[in-house]
């Protein structure tokens, strides 16, 4: 599989206590996509298969980071991908992705 992607965002933040801030970010991706598939065995005949999609969608990010440390921080972030089609790519509809996520940042 190879991928190739671009992805612009900008992002803001607000920091509303000593240590508290809430963030969010706009942005969009650009990915190129191809893919191949072989499955060989002695008990059937070789299976391969190859797909190439490209699909660009805008991204939505929000959420809020915590200084606990001066060197450390944890952030919540919900982050949504919108505007993929529902075309099948590999058998799989493709649509609409989005997720929480979290993470330790050390600065030195």
């Not at 660009?56 to 919900?78: C, E, I, K, M």
């Amino acid at each position: 599989m190879s991928t190739k992607a671009l992805a612009l965002s900008v992002r803001g933040r607000y920091e509303f206590a000593n240590s508290i801030g809430v963030f969010g970010a706009v942005g969009l991706s650009d990915h190129h996509v191809d893919t191949r598939l072989r499955i060989s065995s002695d008990l059937f005949d070789p299976i391969s298969r190859k797909d190439s999609d490209r699909v660009t969608f805008w991204q939505l990010a929000a959420g809020v980071d915590w200084a606990f440390h001066p060197n450390w921080s944890w952030r919540l972030q919900y982050e949504r991908h919108m505007g993929a089609d529902s075309k099948s790519f590999f058998g799989v509809v493709r649509g609409d992705l989005g997720w929480l996520s979290t993470g330790l940042s050390y600065r030195f």
